[in-house]
């Protein structure tokens, strides 16, 4: 049977060749008959006519053979469906409105679907990835929801976990190489040992990382990304073995990453192992990002009640850092936050993209309204034909399955033309690459997208198609051949449907026109919000990184940035330069506890955490930042090293009410640090965005104050000509 419908198949569209092959046949066969009536002795005339005799009716065996080889319902639907588009075919204004408005609709929706199924549906490249999660903590005693996970977790985790198969600690970061011509900040990772196993990542030159390489005082190595080894080292094997200069140090390349390796939208030029030293190991830290794979069979309710456990184990086992205590850390109230690893990376974006969703098929939902109308209008010109087909004998089926037809076909053709343009519409969105949505590398519109084009374009040809059938598929013969009639009038019911599905599209573009003006309102009120900082326009930022091995010392490290700024300030065009560690609207977070000499705390007591941030002489003038109280940063706070910070205008108010009595206040991070004064107070930044919180901050000068990791500084330029080619 198989073959058969295979054989039937093949021979649509070759009826008048293989007629052509029958009747040259069927003409070699009467001819060698007729020879042989002749030797037997017939005259030419008479040996044809026993010949075609013998033979049989070729006419009937012809129209046998067609029968045997057609496929009746596909022939039919092949025959309709060319009459359908010689039909559409003279009604050219209608079809290209037909089309356009469905391109527009499926198209939209299209490509929608492309970055959900990019971003949400497809699963992570990685075996056993539903047992794959992010191992997270909660603080309410500080008011920390997600807490970063830390060496002494990391270590605790490996040596007393019930639950997880494997864990592992990652993080990512600016990697300065300086092996080569000129100096190169890369995009780098640091991860523990167990993190590409767990991942079933396997080198495709050299070996992975072990136990060892992670351990303090173990021989440097690291990993390159296949990218990178293929631009820089033009793909050859024999770098293995090879030392490069890496953030000062020299490291030597033990391995290649596969080509096409991602890992949670972290890009991996160079990856080396997170160091630590297990005798020394203390609580705190919480610098890293944790990922686990559960045993067989374990819930993430029971991974959390697992964690819980050893968090207590955690405590009784790792000294505090020096200055506070493991009350403290008790006082936190740690507790579990374990999460699947695709929530992680996906956050809250999915409740963005389907409400989106939603919204372009409402979007569809008018189209295929207003199609329908048209259609309606259409089939009520095509009244008077429809009923005479009635008459002469053609089925409501019939009539039905035309007009049905019909409209899958604009359907379908609506339905390619939006395919392509929501291939476009995804090229543009991945080549804006929006910051917030993740696997970009993910998203197109593939074999999935175009699946699903197929689909809705089916389904919007038999919704909009469906309300012409109903009314018109069973055609009244005699209102229908007096409807048409030069004095007919439409009556009431005639317009019904039309009126109703006009009041539908009105109801739905009513909808989205609402949420389009919350979303406007929303839009303005968060562009009136005051960020902080003064003119975003005339800002260029860019991040330089001093190696380790640039300078000998702090001061001489300082003295370097002074120098760069100098320069800088000399460009044409450029009015006024600085450098701080945090850039304004990043969601630049590292925190400590802040101390003031004029309150007492309790022995165990956690001080509020507050947001640390280096800040160079300048920083502020530089951004715009009114100053509230005191004043700004020198160069000679920071040379002298003077004990000084400034701190944010909320900071100043929830300790001492007013940014006035704030400055000449002592403030500290431990009780083992000398106090630091407060010498100004600028106005709030909103260092997390427009949409969140103003952060309370302390500024903290670098070298003498409580300022730190200032060898990485993002530069601030202040000019007319911020963002254009020549700078």
């Given at each position: 049977?198989?073959r058969v419908?295979i054989?039937?198949l093949?021979?649509?569209g070759?009826?008048r ?8 046949e069927?003409?070699a066969h ?6 042989r009536?002749?030797?037997?002795g017939?005259?030419p005339?008479?040996a044809r006519g026993a ?13 046998d053979?067609?029968?045997?080889r ?7 639907l ?5 009459h359908?588009l010689?039909?559409?075919a003279r009604?050219?204004v209608?079809t290209?409105?037909?089309v356009l408005t469905?391109a527009?609709?499926?198209g939209?929706?299209?490509?929608i679907?492309?970055v959900?199924?990019?971003?949400l549906?497809?699963p ?8 794959l ?5 909660t ?7 997600d807490?970063?996970?830390s ?10 976990s ?8 990652w993080n ?18 640091g ?5 590409f196993p ?8 050299g ?13 440097r190595?690291?990993?390159?990304g296949h990218g990178y080894?293929m ?5 050859d094997?024999k770098?293995?073995?090879?030392r490069?200069m890496?953030?000062g140090?020299?490291?030597?390349i ?6 096409g390796?991602?890992?949670m939208?972290?890009?991996h030029h ?11 190991v203390r609580?705190g830290?919480y ?9 067989p ?7 959390n ?6 968090i207590?184990?955690e405590?009784?086992s790792?000294?505090?850092p020096?200055?506070m205590?493991?009350?403290m850390f008790e006082?936190?109230?740690l507790?579990p ?16 993209l ?12 008018i189209?295929?309204?207003?199609i329908?109308?048209l259609?309606?209008a259409r089939t009520e010109?095509?009244?008077q034909e ?5 008459a ?6 019939r009539?039905g399955?035309?007009?049905?037809l019909e409209?899958?076909?604009l359907?379908?053709?609506?339905g ?10 995804v090229r543009?969105?991945v080549a804006l690459?929006?910051v ?5 590398d993910?998203?197109a ?7 699903f ?11 909009f198609?469906a309300?012409?059938v109903?009314k ?6 005699a ?11 439409s009556s ?5 449907a039309?009126?109703?599905?006009t ?13 389009s ?11 009136k919000?005051?960020?902080g900082f003064?003119d975003?326009?005339s ?5 330089v990184s ?7 010392n702090e001061?001489?490290?300082l ?9 800088l300030s000399?460009?044409?065009?450029v009015?006024?330069v600085?450098?701080i560690?945090?850039l ?7 925190q ?15 001080p509020?955490?507050?947001?640390f941030i280096?800040?160079?002489?300048g920083t502020?003038s530089t ?9 700004e ?6 040379h ?21 009595a ?8 431990t ?8 010498i100004g107070?600028?106005?709030?930044i909103?260092?997390?965005g427009?949409d969140?919180r103003?952060p309370t901050?302390?500024?903290w000068?670098?070298?003498?104050g409580?300022g ?5 500084m993002?530069y ?5 000509r ?6």
């Amino acid at each position: 049977m198989l073959r058969v419908l295979i054989s039937r198949l093949l021979g649509l569209g070759r009826h008048r060749r293989m007629d052509q092959e029958f009747d040259e046949e069927a003409a070699a066969h009467l001819e060698m008959l007729a020879q042989r009536f002749v030797a037997r002795g017939m005259s030419p005339e008479e040996a044809r006519g026993a010949a075609r005799k013998q033979f049989g009716g070729v006419t009937r065996m012809k129209e046998d053979l067609r029968e045997m080889r057609a496929v009746p319902a596909l022939e039919t639907l092949l025959r309709d469906a060319r009459h359908t588009l010689r039909r559409l075919a003279r009604s050219p204004v209608f079809t290209a409105a037909t089309v356009l408005t469905l391109a527009l609709g499926i198209g939209a929706n299209t490509a929608i679907f492309s970055v959900i199924h990019g971003v949400l549906l497809k699963p992570l490249p990685f075996p056993g990835r539903d047992r794959l999660v992010s191992v997270w903590q909660t603080a309410p005693g500080v008011k920390i929801r997600d807490l970063n996970p830390s060496i002494a977790d990391y270590v605790t985790y490996r040596e007393h976990s019930r639950t997880f198969e494997d864990v592992a600690l990652w993080n990512g970061f600016s990697i300065t190489v300086t092996e080569f011509a000129e100096p190169e900040s890369v995009a780098g990772m640091g991860v523990t040992f167990r993190l590409f196993p767990m991942l079933g990542v396997k080198p495709v030159l050299g070996r992975l990382f072990t136990e060892k390489d992670e351990f303090r005082g173990s021989p440097r190595v690291l990993m390159l990304g296949h990218g990178y080894w293929m631009r820089r080292f033009g793909g050859d094997p024999k770098v293995i073995g090879r030392r490069i200069m890496a953030d000062g140090a020299a490291r030597e390349i033990i391995g290649v990453l596969p080509p096409g390796f991602w890992f949670m939208d972290q890009p991996h030029h160079l990856v080396v192992p997170i160091l630590y030293d297990r005798a020394n190991v203390r609580l705190g830290g919480y610098n890293f990002q944790g990922v686990a794979r559960l045993r067989p069979g374990v819930d993430i309710a029971r991974a959390n009640a697992d964690l819980a456990r050893m968090i207590s184990i955690e405590m009784g086992s790792f000294p505090a850092p020096e200055g506070m205590s493991p009350k403290m850390f008790e006082e936190a109230r740690l507790a579990p936050n374990i999460r699947p690893l695709m929530d992680d990376l996906v956050g809250d974006i999915g409740k963005t993209l389907w409400v989106v969703m939603a919204t372009v098929g409402i979007v569809l939902l008018i189209a295929c309204a207003n199609i329908a109308n048209l259609l309606l209008a259409r089939t009520e010109a095509r009244a008077q034909e429809l009923a005479v087909r009635r008459a002469l004998g053609a089925s409501k089926g019939r009539i039905g399955w035309e007009i049905i037809l019909e409209s899958l076909i604009l359907a379908l053709m609506g339905g390619g033309a939006g395919a392509a343009i929501a291939a476009g519409m995804v090229r543009l969105v991945v080549a804006l690459t929006p910051v917030r949505l993740p696997r970009l590398d993910q998203i197109a519109v593939d074999s999935t997208a175009l699946l699903f084009t197929f689909v809705i374009s089916s389904a919007a040809g038999l919704a909009f198609g469906a309300l012409p059938v109903l009314k018109h598929g069973g055609v009244a013969l005699a209102q229908s051949l007096r409807a048409g009639g030069r004095n007919a009038s439409s009556s009431r019911h005639r317009h019904f449907a039309r009126n109703m599905l006009t009041a539908v599209q009105v109801a739905l573009a009513l909808v989205l026109l609402i949420g389009s003006a919350l979303m406007i309102r929303t839009f303005q009120a968060m562009r009136k919000v005051d960020p902080g900082f003064g003119d975003p326009g005339s800002l260029q930022t860019l991040r330089v990184s001093v190696p380790d091995n640039a300078t000998r010392n702090e001061q001489e490290l300082l003295r370097l940035h002074q120098n760069l700024a100098e320069r800088l300030s000399g460009i044409p065009g450029v009015s006024q330069v600085s450098m701080i560690n945090g850039l304004p609207m990043t969601g630049f977070m590292s925190q400590d506890p802040i101390l003031a000499s004029d309150r007492t705390y309790a022995a165990n007591q956690i001080p509020p955490l507050r947001r640390f941030i280096t800040a160079m002489p300048g920083t502020f003038s530089t951004l715009s930042v009114p100053l509230r109280a005191g004043r700004e940063l020198t160069w000679t706070d920071v040379h002298a090293r003077r004990r000084v910070a400034v701190i944010s205008e909320s900071f100043a108010r929830e300790y001492w009410g007013s940014a006035q009595a704030a400055v000449g206040r002592l403030i500290r991070s431990t009780v083992r640090d000398p106090w630091t004064e407060v010498i100004g107070v600028v106005s709030d930044i909103r260092h997390d965005g427009v949409d969140q919180r103003v952060p309370t901050v302390v500024y903290w000068a670098p070298g003498g104050g409580g300022g730190r990791g200032f060898g990485s500084m993002t530069y601030l330029l202040r000019g007319p000509r911020a963002g254009s080619e020549s700078y």
